[in-house]
Structure formats: C-alpha cells, structure tokens
C-alpha cells in the first residue's frame, strides 16, 4: 500500500505571495492532518480535515487554511507569507474513526522557505 | 501552556542501551507515541502506550510509564547505527480536537 504523499517537496516563495500545498492520503484513510515544524516552536498541529470538513483546528492565524477532496486528498494554503512560515510542514493521514488513538502514518513533508 | 520535555540529545556506542526520557503534561492524556524522524523524512510511529499499561515491550523497543510522575521513556536495545535519528514524544493532551503535542526530540547519535 503506497505511504502518505505530499508535493511538492521543496518549495520556495516571497514574502507577500501564496502557496498550496498538496497531501495524497494512504488509501482508505479519510483524516488528513497538517502541523508545521520548525526549529524554534517544534512540531505544531495546523488543522485536521475528515470527510471534508475541518474537524479540529490550531492556534494559527487565518492565513493557513485548508481542504479536503471527496477522494480524501487534501490542500492546505498559506496566504501573504511572512519569512516566519519557513518550515517543514508535514501531513498525517488516518483512518480516522472516533476514540482517543490516532494512529497517524507521516508523509516525507513539504519544506518551504520563504524569502 | 506546558511543554512536553525531552532531553535534546543522547550518544550512545553501537550494541549498548539507549534511554530516551520524556516528561509529558496532561494526566487525562490517554494514548503515548514516540516517533522517529530521519534526515529529511516524515515522521515514522514506533510504539505507543496506552495509560492504563506501565510496560509495552515491542521487539527491541520498550516503554516505560509513569504516570504519577507523568513520565515516559522509550528503551532501545541492541542499538545499531540505523537507529541515529531524533525521536519524539508526543501525547493526545486534547482528546476531543484529534491533535497530537509533541515535545521537542531528542537526537540520539550512535557511534560505531
């Protein structure tokens, strides 16, 4: 079964621009999570989508935004980049049933620089 | 809010023990992870304990709760120099939003 997949890998953009990032889920899995990861903050929960619908969100500002397809795929979305977005941001599928253990399968990441 | 802590970094000789600590935050949190990451990977989940166990051995992996001191570790024996990585913690502090916090890694070196 193929892993979680994330385009692009690499990724570089201005200050001011937008960027889309993309998430392809392992099959069957219908929650996707984001979280950035930098060296200053660590590793930091973004939002997750299930069945198209954000279920659960950070602490971001509403620059980051996000998507998720009826195939599961999902988009997130950074608007008016500030050089403090340089990060790896990473994508988590699951299958996403209820209870409290989410056993979450990682994509490589996307890590983005802005300049 | 509080911080999940981790040592940053433990080097340990080829064939020996690793101990990776971690002192987490939240007595509800009901299910434990740590994860390893490579150079340039995703995260990878190696093991998770739920809180109502104190032990989970998984191959050459065992973990170890305490959670009256709300601290976990995560025993590597037999570690080989594949095992170089930075592993991290991570707890379901907020069972209802789905989210996992991490805490901030530790980097294990294994010399040959």
């Known amino acids: 079964k193929a892993g979680v997949t994330q385009t692009p890998r690499y990724l570089i953009k201005t200050r001011g621009q937008q960027v889309t990032l993309s998430c392809s889920p392992i099959s069957g899995h219908r929650s996707v999570s984001w979280y950035q990861q930098t060296p200053g903050q660590g590793l930091q929960f973004l939002f997750e989508y299930f069945s198209e619908t954000q279920r659960n969100k950070g602490n971001f500002p509403g620059r980051f935004s996000g998507r998720q397809f009826s195939n599961s795929r999902s988009e997130m979305n950074v608007s008016t980049l500030e050089l403090g977005d340089s990060a790896l941001y990473l994508c988590?599928?699951?299958?996403?049933?209820?209870?409290?253990?989410?056993?979450?399968?990682f994509g490589p990441g996307t890590r983005l620089t802005v300049t | 809010g509080e911080d999940v802590e981790q040592s940053l970094f433990l080097s340990v000789r080829e064939g020996d023990s690793s101990v990776i600590n971690c002192t987490y935050t939240?007595?509800?949190?009901?299910?434990l992870y740590w994860y390893k990451q490579e150079p340039g990977a995703g995260l990878q989940l190696l093991t998770y304990?739920?809180?109502?166990?104190d032990m989970k051995q998984d191959q050459r992996l065992t973990v170890l709760l305490n959670k009256k001191d709300k601290h976990l570790s995560l025993r590597i024996a037999d570690t080989q120099t594949g095992d170089s990585a930075i592993y991290f913690c991570a707890e379901n502090r907020d069972t209802g939003r789905r989210a996992l916090t991490f805490g901030s890694g530790t980097r294990l070196q294994v010399q040959p």
């Open positions: 304990i739920f809180s109502n166990m």
């Open positions: 939240d007595s509800s949190s009901t299910y």
């Open positions: 988590a599928s699951s299958l996403g049933g209820s209870g409290d253990f989410y056993e979450q399968y």
